[in-house]
């Protein structure tokens, strides 16, 4: 009986030995990470070794002038804290984008609708919203500047009306609203695209039953558009959020961060410590901030979408 167990046993090594190390699963495996490996790569290359230097760079005092680098902890983040500026950055922030993903939403999600109607003219309306998309973002943001200007042409427009427009970029209560609107306008036909593909795909068969059963239009658009629109509604916020915390060319070019610090955003302000005062270790500082502040925008959207997206559980 012993002598069996022992050669079932031996007979059992021996196969294991001779089973190939290369099988199907395995092959299967390498050639998944064999196509994932570029994408890892450019991830670990281009953003978590940029993101862990800035994160090294704001534990540093680092003086290009002088040459210097010296290590110096958390002391940034203790001047960040203690910064009196701080308090205007992070409200002209929060406004900016506050006011620019409203517009920005609101409006493409109301020239989708009405462009999404079967009536003439529709594809030029479409081609016209979408056009400053393409519009290089220093060009369009100069053409803006000059429109602005106290005797610019949205003045003259507004001349003609007999009205008297302010010089819409020195005026610390038009300036911010002024940088938003040219944002708005040049960027709400992406998300109008993506509103209108949206809406396309919702099926007519919906909209006729809701109106059999006395549904208003009002009704049908809650009932109906806004659940099945909603996972667009969801993307477009967050690309929204996130590229009106990154707003720098428009600032830098319409109002360098004035007049006084009413558009003065985090993107600009760090810039200015960076590359302006040469206070690289504080600028690096600032940047971990707007990361945080991105993350969690971004984290608190995506857990929050479970209550409003539909289908999403």
Known sequence: MAATDLRTRVAGHAATRRRPFW????????????LVSPQLAGSALFVLLPLGLVVWYSLQEWNVLAGTFDFIGAQNYAKLLADPNMGAVLTSTALFSAGLVVLNLALALTLAILLNQKLAGTVFFRTLFFSPVLVSLVAWTIVWQFLLQGEGGVN??????????PNWLRGEGTALLSVVVVQVIKNVGL???????ALQGVPRQLYEAAQLDGAGPWTRFLRVTVPLISPTILLTSIITVVGSLQVFAQIAVLTQGGPGMSTTVLVYYLYQQAFQFRHFGYGATLSVLLFLIVAVLTLVQWRMRRKWVFHES
């Not at 003259?156 to 427009?165: E, I, P, R, S, Y």
């Not at 998300?191 to 593909?197: G, Q």
């Open 23 to 34: 099988t199907i699963p395995r092959r299967d495996a390498l050639v998944g990470y064999l």
């Open 156 to 165: 003259a427009l507004l001349a003609v009306g007999g009205l008297d427009g």
């Open 191 to 197: 998300n109008m695209v993506l509103f209108l593909a």
